[in-house]
């Protein structure tokens, strides 16, 4: 596709408006049966387009023009918020899509760029709401802090892992967070100040004055109070993104992947290993935890059971399904991941052991992943 | 402290110790054949547990009662089944991704280690409760002061370290255990020394697993429990203690799963805090002694692997 010219923005327009229009139906689906059919259609008509060579196009169109299509992926997750604006459920699956996809977005700074393994991404998710959930209850902190405290925290308690993590490779960095994730559950469960295996309550937002966990009516449409949240948690996976995409395209980008690729090498051309390991380790702890954070206080509620290694497992899953490095495959891996098993009521209860066969699906057949990242653009729109 | 109090700590830490070093063992044996971390070891474990309570179950169903027949059946059976699920597993999941990262393998055993540990809480009859296991060893105990000696502890203690000195004497006597030592070292010397290498790769995952399936049995009689959870547990404790010791090295691991017991044992009774923090002392150690040794106390002897 490349190297027939520039392609426009139009299929990416077109492949966008698709999948919105296909999410809308699929959130608003109700019966069983309706799900599974739209589901089978989706998978047909993904698998048609590719066979047609329509993918290639789209991802050709989203790669020339990130930017203009970045804008219109805010307007279509806008545009999906509204048709559901007065359903609590559809809006709280919603949100809870853009805050994992800003923590998958943390996990894929060190995962994808940097190459460090973080096992334990549910438990620095778990430190942030945590961290709202005692600060809501215990002080008077203002609610926008909270979030931003919420991140440093989980970003310190990163900080504590960086010894190990550091003087470690591979599979033992990975027992590092491993045991981590298993120490902070346990840890959890037995703390009494921290609500035991009940967990906590945790209170609604409030900034300036305005409760975020009031109904909105405007006239005489009702929004649901879900709204504010989603408001918030969509200017947050926008900041995450764009410090992501940043990031990836900056030098210090560069530095991580060859860093990633080979770190003796990287060592031998003069790059601080240690320095830019801590730097990716504690930017994507602390987008986890900021996430986290609201999530929290979202959900209204925190319990241990929520940030088991399980949960740390199935952040992996999106990262390694959507194609480890690639921020866009990500989102649409969190999509999958996060809105099937509470749509398809069946599932829910298999979908660990479901999200664990896929991934082995995905390892053993399509190691890159659903959405490959792609290779890397010196410069925007140049071509050879 | 009274003497005897300490000897039924001291009993307490081999048995628990028992239990990790033959997990670090299998960590060991798969780390040395091929270079990988199989993480699905622990939940191997759990299904080898849970195998032979179902066969237990089966056997009572048929209606013999004698207990000392229905453990050897049990154990046969669980260890040979995991055996050659430990040698599927090797075959068909860890060597297709011997070319690719080792994120890769890593992901895939933690991942099929997810599967089975939610098959057996899915598929299992209740199996997301825990479930008793029964005691089937004597329960004869002499009384020693504070110390409670049990029969059945000794009997598994000795069980234990039979199994051990018998895996030590096939690695270090037999021919089986040069062909694996011998891949262990250098595989392409062994290759063109004419040893078969996947055939001593499955074969050394079967040993491994079938060691988990044995632990698993003996984690079972120890506690007269068991759940679908013991696996994630054990497995990261027992690779924690492969790691304490030097991953490559048998001794190393045995070493490292007493060890770990010790720590645990004394984070048990020498710490101010409640005992419920125990797991929390264990793990936070195990981060502390790979900050301070990240690749073990005893260093490999070829230690180009690391």
Known sequence: ???????????????????????????????????????????????????????????????????????????????????????????????????????????????????????????????????????????????????????????????????????????????????????????LEVNDVLGGPQGMQVKGMRILG????????????????????????????????????????????????????????????????????????????FLIGIAGALFGIV???????????????????????????????????TIIVVVLPEKLQTIQEYRFLLYALMVIAVLLFRPEGLLPRPVRRYFPGWRP | MD???????VMNGLMLGMMYALV??????????????????????????????????????LGLNSSWFELVVMLVVATLAMAFLGMVIA?????????????NTLLITLMLGTVLRESVRLFYPQGANPKPFPALLPRASIDLGEFNLRLDNVLMLTAGVLVIVGIQYLLNRTKLGLAIRA??????????????????????????????AFAGVMNGLYYNEINFGIGLYLGVVGFSAAIIGGLGSIYGAILGGFLFAGLQTIGTVMLPFASAYKDVFA?????????WRPTGLIREKISERV
């Not at chain 1, 290639?56 to 545009?79: K, M, N, P, R, W």
């Open chain 2, 3 to 9: 003497a005897g109090l300490l000897a039924q700590y």
């Open chain 2, 283 to 291: 793990f936070a150690v195990v981060i502390a002694i790979m900050a």
């Open chain 1, 210 to 285: 305005w409760s975020f966990n009031d109904n909105i009516e405007i006239g005489k449409i009702l929004l649901s109070f879900y709204m504010n949240y989603f408001v918030l948690s969509l200017l947050l996976l926008v900041g995450a993104f764009v410090l992501v995409r940043r990031l990836e395209r900056s030098w210090i980008g560069l530095n991580l992947d060859a860093l990633r690729l080979d770190e003796t090498a990287a060592g031998c051309f003069g790059l601080d290993i240690v320095r830019w390991k801590i730097t990716a380790f504690l930017i994507g702890n």
């Open chain 1, 1 to 187: 596709m490349a190297e027939k010219g520039h392609t426009t923005v139009w299929p990416g327009i077109a492949g966008l408006a698709i999948a919105t229009g296909y999410l809308i139906a699929m959130l608003g689906a109700e019966k069983q049966n309706l799900i599974i059919i739209l589901l089978a259609a989706g998978i047909v008509a993904v698998l048609a387009a590719g066979w047609l060579g329509l993918l290639e196009t789209v991802s050709a169109s989203f790669v020339e023009h990130e930017d203009a299509l970045a804008a219109c992926a805010i307007g279509a997750a806008c545009a999906v918020a509204a048709v559901f604006h007065d359903n609590h459920f559809v809006l709280l699956l919603v949100i809870t899509v853009l805050l994992y996809s800003v923590a998958t977005l943390g996990l894929n700074v060190q995962f994808g760029y940097a190459g460090v393994l973080n096992f334990a991404g549910a438990s620095f998710f778990g430190i942030g709401a945590y961290t709202s959930a005692v600060l809501s209850a215990y002080t008077s902190v203002p609610h926008l802090l909270v979030l931003l405290i919420g991140g440093l925290l989980a970003a310190f308690a990163g900080s504590l892992l960086l010894l190990p993590v550091l003087r470690t490779r591979g599979h033992y960095a990975a027992v590092v967070t491993i045991a981590f994730a298993l120490l902070f559950k346990t840890f």
């Open chain 2, 24 to 61: 670090a063992v299998g960590f060991t044996l798969f780390f040395g054949v091929l270079d990988v971390i199989k993480f699905s070891h622990g939940d191997v474990l759990t299904v080898g547990a849970f195998a032979a309570l179902a066969t237990y179950v089966g056997l009572r169903m």
């Open chain 2, 91 to 103: 075959r068909y999941l860890v060597m297709p991704l011997r070319s690719a990262p080792a994120l």
């Open chain 2, 183 to 212: 891949v262990a070292q250098d595989e392409e010397t062994a290759r063109t020394m004419g040893i078969n290498f996947t055939a001593i790769v499955l074969v050394t995952f079967a040993l491994g697993s079938g060691l988990a």
């Open chain 1, 299 to 333: 959900g209204g509620f925190v319990a241990p059971n929520n940030y088991t290694f399980a949960d740390s497992l199935i952040l992996v899953s999106i990262l390694l399904l959507g194609g480890i490095g690639n921020p866009w495959g990500l989102m649409v891996a």
